[in-house]
């Protein structure tokens, strides 16, 4: 079985977020387990050719189209079969993926529509042989919509990373990229007046997924639908939700580099070590109080807001925070004028994956406050290493948290989206931490035992390829 697995970000080449360790960690699983895949992604000037030995393959395709003619050259990893980019310097040959932070790039229609023409080319010319084409998230969105135009005899896999990001421009990028006004409908493209790459890709596309089961109940309903869910709704007999894993070599305290003790489930009580130095390296000081960390982009949804509103309250638990990320400029600017305010808040405003696994390491609790999750990948890598998590029960988060009060149970979630909601599961954390001593220890050694590896996953991804090569979904 042949897969052409296709994303804009691939971690180590590129990544902005999840989808990048996603598209790095399933293909890598499906691999193991015998699929063949191979992966494409553009080539940014930002990926570093020499580190990764990438190369030029000799092939060249062009796409020629109403914003005009595009050469693209197919580079891959020297030693792989499996790790394939596509180089137009003027459309990628730019510092950012989608944008600056001012602002997207005006013609992203243009960047990611051609390249969508681009792989379609490779399948006819047969540079490509997929049997299953597996799109991800809107800007690889019109290889299903092209495929099924031309009439290809190739299944198409659309994956929902993020319904909150469609890929939405102005009309005009029908002619752009010379899509035919017949595909300018409701029922195809066309969304509220303008072109939807995801809505094509979620109508054209033999089976479309997302990566929790929870999140692909929740977005055929308006709440979470962002406009899709009608469209969702009634495609709901080829929507399925195959919960994200996290790579087990790649997210593992026994051999981790970064952290300051490594251990496992049986000497889980070292990561006393590692927060005692953790404490040591950030100005934090009580080894006794539980630590609590973020982690993440700093976005809506992943709930900064209601750290944010909590900010008068945190100072005076009997805890420490820290709190790690970037993203928006007032969620920015907010964080760093907190910084080195409170004794016991850790403050680091940045991208940094070393201090990131530290945190993970030495930390007691997670906050995952999200306003909305499709997978999240966090509160797997955090009971990796032994870190109970606190979150609110949305999307991938309720598929992989149980709260202590259920029968089982070995996390804390809360429900309604609210600062007093999300304090009172925090101090529900730490009134645990400190009164429920043996419970918290057994926890933790037992979520380190939880399976969050591709395992299963990619099992049930190689299935539906099956089912979709043998016609069964549609
Ligand atoms: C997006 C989602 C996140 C998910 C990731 C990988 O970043 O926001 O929930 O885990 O994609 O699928």
């Given at each position: 079985m042949r897969v052409l697995f296709l994303s804009s970000e691939i971690y180590?080449?590129?990544?902005?977020?999840?989808?990048?360790?996603?598209s790095a960690s399933l293909p890598k699983a499906l691999s193991e387990?015998?699929?063949?895949?191979?992966?494409?992604?553009?080539?940014?000037r930002?990926?570093?050719?020499?580190?990764?030995?990438?190369?030029?393959?000799?092939?060249k395709v062009s796409v020629s189209v109403g914003a005009g003619n595009f050469d693209f050259e197919v580079y891959k990893v020297s030693n792989s079969v499996s790790h394939y980019f596509l180089k137009n310097d003027h459309l990628f040959g730019r510092d950012y993926l989608y944008g600056t932070p001012e602002g997207d790039y005006p013609d992203n229609d243009v960047r990611f529509g051609t390249f969508c023409w681009a792989v379609v080319k490779l399948i006819e010319e047969g540079f490509f042989k997929p049997d299953v084409v597996h799109a991800n998230d809107w800007q690889t969105a019109l290889t299903p919509v092209l495929i099924s135009k031309k009439g290809l005899k190739v299944k198409t896999l659309q994956t929902i990373h993020n319904l909150a990001y469609q890929g939405i421009f102005p009309k005009e990028a029908v002619e752009r990229l010379s899509l035919g006004w017949e595909l300018f409908n409701m029922e195809a493209l066309e969304f509220w007046g303008k072109v939807n790459f995801l809505k094509g890709g979620i109508i054209f596309s033999d089976a479309v997924n997302t990566v929790s089961p929870t999140y692909a109940r929740e977005i055929t309903t308006p709440e979470f639908g962002y406009g899709l869910d009608g469209v969702l709704k009634k495609y709901s007999y080829k929507l399925f939700g195959i919960l994200n894993g996290i790579d087990y070599d790649v997210w593992n305290p026994e051999t981790d580099p970064y952290i300051y003790v490594n251990y496992s489930e049986n000497t889980v009580s070292r990561k006393e070590e590692n927060?005692?130095?953790?404490?040591?390296?950030?100005?934090?000081?009580?080894?006794?109080?539980?630590?609590?960390?973020?982690?993440?982009?700093?976005?809506?949804?992943?709930?900064?807001?209601?750290?944010?509103?909590?900010?008068?309250?945190?100072?005076?638990?009997?805890?420490?925070?820290?709190?790690?990320?970037t993203g928006d400029t007032g969620y920015n600017s907010f964080f760093n004028s907190i910084k080195g305010k409170y004794p016991n808040i850790f403050v680091e405003v940045a991208y940094d994956e070393p201090l990131s696994r530290k945190m993970y390491a030495s930390a007691d609790y997670l906050l995952m406050p999200s306003l909305y999750e499709p997978c999240g990948l966090n509160q797997m890598i955090a009971m990796r290493y032994g870190t109970l998590?606190?979150?609110?029960?949305?999307?991938?988060?309720?598929?992989?948290?149980?709260d202590v009060d259920k029968p089982g149970g070995y996390g804390f979630l809360f429900e309604e989206f609210s600062p007093e909601a999300f304090l009172k599961a925090v101090k529900k954390a730490v009134d645990f931490y400190y009164?429920?001593?043996s419970r918290f220890a057994r926890l933790r050694q037992f979520v380190m035992g939880i399976d969050f590896s591709w395992n299963n996953s990619a099992l049930k991804y190689m299935r539906l390829y099956e089912n979709l090569i043998e016609g069964k979904v549609k």
């Open positions: 180590p080449f590129a990544k902005t977020g999840g989808l990048a360790d996603v387990i015998g699929v063949h895949v191979k992966s494409v992604m553009p080539l940014y930002t990926v570093d050719l020499e580190k990764f030995g990438i190369v030029p393959t000799g092939k927060k005692r130095l953790f404490l040591k390296e950030t100005g934090l000081s009580g080894e006794e109080k539980p630590l609590f960390i973020f982690i993440g982009r700093f976005a809506k949804q992943k709930g900064i807001d209601l750290i944010m509103e909590s900010m008068e309250e945190l100072p005076s638990l009997p805890a420490n925070f820290a709190i790690l990320g998590v606190v979150a609110r029960k949305t999307g991938g988060l309720a598929d992989t948290v149980r009164n429920s001593r």
